[in-house]
């Protein structure tokens, strides 16, 4: 049996949400006007809440990019992961993942973000599958619109049961990382939660259940834990 070990991204994996800094980054660029900036601020502060639309976050990040070429976007992206997003990487996160392929675990990133951005965050940690937002593209540019089930709450579940189904796996004996209160479905479904860095909401959740409870920093070289999951631990 072949176990999973999953992981949301922005928080989680990284010291940051790189949507904002995405936009930012467009921003800074001319692509996109100074102006959203305040906008997505006030959407990401209902975010933190619980209470996002996410359908019309990407309505709203995305206009900078209706009309832009596909190839144009990836370079972006590309400077845009290994010039700001790389620093930004936990190294207890680096070995948490390097722990389950030691266990031979399967490793799955899977993000409320678009995938052009998670792919390439993904392949710096050596995780080669990965579950975002996937972007509508028409004759080589983007629309600005998004495709299929966002990757969102329980959308992440959705599409999660929709990879297992493609990929023959189960989440027997799963594991499950988050930092937010959006991912209380995945946390529920996996078989083992584990919270990191979590805000007070998650956090009494991941008291209520004895959740393990991960304290991962940028500038520590070890991370301290708390609590304790159902059955196996996660480390």
Known sequence: M???????????????????????????????AADMLVTEQAMMQAYYLGELSMAQYMDFTLQPLSGVAV????????????????????????????????????????????DFIVRRVAAMLGVSEVIAIELEQVAG????ATKG???????????????????????????????SVN????????????????APALKQVSDQ???????WQLAQDEHSVTGQTQGAACR
Not at 2 to 27: E, G, H, K, P, Q
Not at 183 to 198: E, F, I, K, S, W
């Open 2 to 32: 072949t176990i999973l070990a999953i992981f949301d991204m922005d928080d989680t994996l990284i010291d940051c949400d790189s949507s904002s800094l995405w936009l930012r980054y467009l921003v800074q660029r001319g692509v996109a």
């Open 71 to 114: 190839s144009e976007v990836e370079r972006w992206a590309d400077d845009f992961v290994s010039s700001i997003i790389a620093t930004r990487i936990y190294p207890a996160a680096r070995r948490q993942i390097e722990w389950h392929r030691q266990q031979g675990n399967k490793l799955l990133i899977i993000s409320a973000t678009a």
């Open 141 to 144: 540019n983007f629309t600005g």
């Open 149 to 179: 089930i966002l990757s969102f709450r329980e959308g992440k579940v959705e599409r999660l049961q929709a990879w297992l189904q493609n990929h023959g796996n189960s989440l027997q004996g799963s594991y499950g990382y988050s930092d």
């Open 183 to 198: 991912d209380l479905p995945l946390l529920h479904a996996v078989q083992h939660a584990c919270v990191v860095n979590p």
């Open 209 to 215: 259940h004895q959740w393990r409870q991960y304290d």
